[in-house]
């Protein structure tokens, strides 16, 4: 188990920080958020609840785009454009 | 934006559910039988004794704690560590809407008469033993209370960062040898003095002498006391919940609103040039922008004060100071301190009682862990099935683990080895932390600013700079870790 961020299409990328708790996937997620483009895509796997509150804020916080949050029996999704 | 993301949230959840009938459900049934067999539990242990209804007290409150935390994903490490990690103040926020709640509840209480606050020595030593704490909360991934409700969601590195949390306090307490020598000589003079049984040995060991020969001798107090503020409402209310824990409340939401917040919110209502309305409604904005985070705030404002009134009642009906002292009259005398009593704040505490359950442990293998003050003479070892306060942390975790069921949020999640290194050095350097301030985010902050007691805020900002240095040295490691790759995390 470990963090996985990999590039996934043109202007896709994917990061995984299941099993991880805070403060991985929302430190995980702002630095690499800070490594994209204006108009990429991340795809965010995660399985600590709270850090979703904190991602969600975040992403308010910086203008980007949550363009889909789901939850499924413990592991969520989120999906954010960057501004 | 965000709201049709929240939308997408209820929509996957919500038609999972409706596949099945609310019972049909695997986690509604975990849930229920959760709090059934806590209610089964109850019932029994009243069918044995009425007087252990002191003890469910703890048990009821400690489960309607974990629900709220857990709804609100309420946790003090996030408010410090996502602060400067992330720039999101939410946690912060509710956090102190939590405060000027509970503050009102804790006053209302003082006028009944049945508040069970004992104010905090004040020193320096808040300060240092806060740092060390919030610097350990930022690597556990939760605070004491936090780590508590993530274990009932099934986390088992929270539940390694409790183990360390309860050992490393009683090690720490009973520790003698070497530490000794760092101990200044007006200390072991000062402890001297205080005339205490042989069997303690006060001058050896360095948290004897801390408390003896430091601790003991500092004051502390409450601010009507403190202002000769003495009406009995004006007390309370005026001077405690007003002066004391509401204004700093507020004036904190708005440092937070104009460090954090204002930004962003103007920039999404496209405002220009702001006036005073707009941050009027940007600060409300910010206190409603996680509606959960708020609403848990309030609640367990609420339920701690509830909690107080509780058991000062049952204090009343019984008379006793002290819950010891009940049970010794049901003769369960054996881990009662020299004074016949045990840990009992009489409110939400997290850290002593897991102290207590590293040292019954460690007691039970041989090691002598009464001679020192803090469990020989104040807080005993009592076996954790009659640990009242103890009871209310394992509240917490079936309540959070009742709620997380129910929201299809439980999940068992075994640490990697860097978690496992994170939660049992974060959680030793919580416990040092506690034991230096004598108490947590919970019992050194949260439940002190809230009866007008100041030296919480000194924690609070101890534990604000120890996130602060904690936050640079996980990014450090997060940049150590990375190396050169750019897609390397």
Same mark, same amino acid.
């Given at each position: 188990?470990?963090?996985?961020?990999?590039?996934?299409?043109?202007?896709?990328?994917?990061?995984?920080?299941?099993?991880?708790?805070?403060?991985?996937?929302?430190?995980?997620?702002?630095?690499? *958020?800070?490594?994209? /483009?204006?108009?990429?895509?991340?795809?965010?796997?995660?399985? $600590?609840?709270? %850090?979703?509150?904190? +991602?969600?804020? *975040?992403?308010?916080? /910086?203008?980007?785009?949550?363009?889909?949050?789901?939850?499924? $029996?413990?592991? %969520?999704?989120?999906? +954010?454009?960057?501004? | 934006?965000?709201?049709?993301?929240?939308?997408?949230?209820?929509?996957?959840?919500?038609?999972?559910?409706?596949?099945?009938?609310?019972?049909?459900?695997?986690?509604?049934?975990?849930?229920?039988?959760?709090?059934?067999?806590?209610?089964?539990?109850?019932?029994?242990?009243?069918?044995?004794?009425?007087?252990?209804?002191?003890?469910?007290?703890?048990?009821?409150?400690?489960?309607?704690?974990?629900?709220?935390?857990?709804?609100?994903?309420?946790?003090?490490?996030?408010?410090?560590?996502?602060?400067?990690?992330?720039?999101?103040?939410?946690?912060?926020?509710?956090?102190?809407?939590?405060?000027?709640?509970?503050?009102?509840?804790?006053?209302?209480?003082?006028?009944?008469?049945?508040?069970?606050?004992?104010?905090?020595?004040?020193?320096?030593?808040?300060?240092?033993?806060?740092?060390?704490?919030?610097?350990?909360?930022?690597?556990?991934?939760?605070?004491?209370?936090?780590?508590?409700?993530?274990?009932?969601?099934?986390?088992?590195?929270?539940?390694?960062?409790?183990?360390?949390?309860?050992?490393?306090?009683?090690?720490?307490?009973?520790?003698?040898?070497?530490?000794?020598?760092?101990?200044?000589?007006?200390?072991?003079?000062?402890?001297?003095?205080?005339?205490?049984?042989?069997?303690?040995?006060?001058?050896?060991?360095?948290?004897?002498?801390?408390?003896?020969?430091?601790?003991?001798?500092?004051?502390?107090?409450?601010?009507?006391?403190?202002?000769?503020?003495?009406?009995?409402?004006?007390?309370?209310?005026?001077?405690?919940?007003?002066?004391?824990?509401?204004?700093?409340?507020?004036?904190?939401?708005?440092?937070?609103?104009?460090?954090?917040?204002?930004?962003?919110?103007?920039?999404?209502?496209?405002?220009?040039?702001?006036?005073?309305?707009?941050?009027?409604?940007?600060?409300?904005?910010?206190?409603?922008?996680?509606?959960?985070?708020?609403?848990?705030?309030?609640?367990?404002?609420?339920?701690?004060?509830?909690?107080?009134?509780?058991?000062?009642?049952?204090?009343?009906?019984?008379?006793?100071?002290?819950?010891?002292?009940?049970?010794?009259?049901?003769?369960?005398?054996?881990?009662?301190?020299?004074?016949?009593?045990?840990?009992?704040?009489?409110?939400?505490?997290?850290?002593?009682?897991?102290?207590?359950?590293?040292?019954?442990?460690?007691?039970?293998?041989?090691?002598?862990?009464?001679?020192?003050?803090?469990?020989?003479?104040?807080?005993?070892?009592?076996?954790?099935?009659?640990?009242?306060?103890?009871?209310?942390?394992?509240?917490?975790?079936?309540?959070?683990?009742?709620?997380?069921?129910?929201?299809?949020?439980?999940?068992?999640?075994?640490?990697?080895?860097?978690?496992?290194?994170?939660?049992?050095?974060?959680?030793?350097?919580?416990?040092?932390?506690?034991?230096?301030?004598?108490?947590?985010?919970?019992?050194?902050?949260?439940?002190?600013?809230?009866?007008?007691?100041?030296?919480?805020?000194?924690?609070?900002?101890?534990?604000?700079?120890?996130?602060?240095?904690?936050?640079?040295?996980?990014?450090?490691?997060?940049?150590?870790?990375?190396?050169?790759?750019?897609?390397?995390?």
């Amino acid at each position: 188990m470990a963090v996985k961020f990999e590039k996934v299409g043109d202007h896709d990328y994917m990061l995984d920080v299941t099993g991880y708790v805070c403060p991985h996937p929302q430190m995980y997620t702002k630095k690499v *958020m800070g490594k994209l /483009e204006s108009g990429d895509v991340l795809t965010l796997l995660f399985d $600590n609840p709270s %850090s979703g509150e904190s +991602i969600v804020a *975040m992403c308010e916080s /910086e203008g980007n785009e949550l363009i889909e949050r789901t939850n499924e $029996n413990g592991a %969520s999704k989120c999906v +954010i454009r960057k501004a | 934006m965000a709201n049709d993301a929240k939308a997408a949230t209820v929509d996957a959840v919500g038609s999972a559910a409706a596949d099945k009938p609310w019972f049909g459900h695997r986690g509604n049934l975990y849930a229920m039988a959760i709090v059934a067999l806590t209610a089964l539990g109850s019932v029994w242990a009243l069918a044995l004794d009425t007087r252990w209804i002191y003890l469910l007290v703890y048990v009821w409150f400690g489960l309607g704690y974990g629900i709220f935390l857990q709804y609100g994903r309420f946790c003090m490490a996030s408010a410090v560590r996502d602060l400067f990690a992330v720039g999101v103040p939410r946690m912060a926020v509710g956090m102190l809407i939590a405060v000027m709640l509970f503050s009102l509840t804790a006053a209302a209480v003082q006028v009944l008469g049945v508040n069970t606050f004992h104010p905090h020595p004040m020193g320096w030593h808040i300060l240092i033993g806060a740092l060390i704490f919030g610097f350990g909360i930022v690597f556990t991934g939760g605070c004491a209370s936090g780590s508590l409700y993530k274990t009932g969601e099934g986390n088992l590195g929270s539940l390694l960062v409790v183990i360390s949390i309860s050992f490393s306090q009683a090690i720490y307490v009973a520790q003698s040898g070497w530490l000794d020598k760092l101990v200044p000589a007006s200390w072991t003079a000062s402890a001297a003095e205080k005339m205490m049984p042989e069997e303690l040995s006060v001058t050896e060991g360095w948290f004897d002498q801390f408390v003896a020969g430091y601790v003991w001798d500092l004051q502390g107090g409450q601010l009507a006391g403190q202002l000769g503020i003495d009406g009995m409402f004006t007390g309370p209310f005026l001077a405690n919940a007003l002066l004391g824990a509401i204004i700093p409340s507020l004036l904190l939401m708005i440092y937070l609103y104009h460090s954090a917040y204002k930004k962003g919110y103007l920039r999404r209502a496209k405002i220009e040039a702001p006036r005073m309305g707009d941050h009027l409604r940007g600060i409300w904005s910010m206190v409603t922008s996680s509606r959960n985070t708020a609403i848990a705030g309030l609640c367990l404002g609420v339920l701690a004060g509830g909690h107080m009134w509780a058991t000062g009642e049952l204090r009343e009906h019984y008379e006793i100071f002290n819950f010891g002292e009940l049970l010794a009259e049901m003769e369960y005398t054996e881990g009662l301190s020299m004074q016949d009593t045990v840990f009992d704040p009489g409110y939400w505490y997290i850290t002593t009682q897991e102290a207590q359950w590293g040292a019954w442990a460690m007691d039970k293998a041989g090691v002598d862990m009464t001679d020192n003050i803090f469990f020989g003479l104040e807080n005993g070892i009592p076996n954790p099935l009659i640990n009242a306060p103890g009871w209310m942390s394992i509240g917490i975790i079936l309540g959070a683990a009742v709620i997380a069921l129910w929201r299809r949020e439980f999940k068992w999640k075994i640490p990697n080895l860097e978690a496992a290194v994170f939660a049992i050095v974060g959680g030793a350097l919580m416990g040092l932390g506690a034991r230096i301030a004598m108490g947590c985010n919970i019992g050194a902050f949260f439940a002190t600013v809230t009866n007008g007691d100041l030296s919480g805020w000194v924690f609070l900002a101890g534990m604000a700079a120890g996130g602060y240095l904690g936050v640079k040295a996980f990014n450090w490691w997060m940049e150590w870790r990375a190396g050169d790759d750019d897609l390397a995390i």
